[in-house]
């Protein structure tokens, strides 16, 4: 069985414009995994201030994509990057829809 390849440039599609509006740098949206990591911290953070649970999973996956962004091995890249869009899919879309409801948006 194999298993489809995700990329840096994937997470980004997927996560960079939520993740920017909750960090918000909605000019600033990520266009690298490295700022997509650091963005997906500051989302964390503000998730957890206003109380909206699963930003520990943002956290965490905040950190996978930063060892993503710095490992030179092709095989643990993916594996990080793999173990953040895993932590990410299924909560990410949802959390920010909640803090776009709090912040009247």
Do not use: C, W
């Amino acid at each position: 069985m194999t298993t489809a390849t995700i990329t840096a440039d994937d997470l980004i599609r997927r996560y960079a414009a939520d993740t920017a509006y909750v960090a918000e740098k909605d000019k600033d949206q990520a266009t690298d995994i490295g700022t997509l990591a650091d963005q997906l911290g500051t989302a964390a953070r503000n998730f957890s201030l206003a109380g909206i649970d699963g930003h520990e999973d943002v956290r965490t996956a905040s950190a996978f994509l930063h060892e993503a962004h710095l490992s030179t091995d092709d095989n643990e890249r993916t594996v990080f990057l793999r173990k953040a869009d895993k932590l990410l899919a299924p909560v990410v879309q949802e959390m920010t829809q909640e803090f776009r409801g709090m912040v009247g948006d």
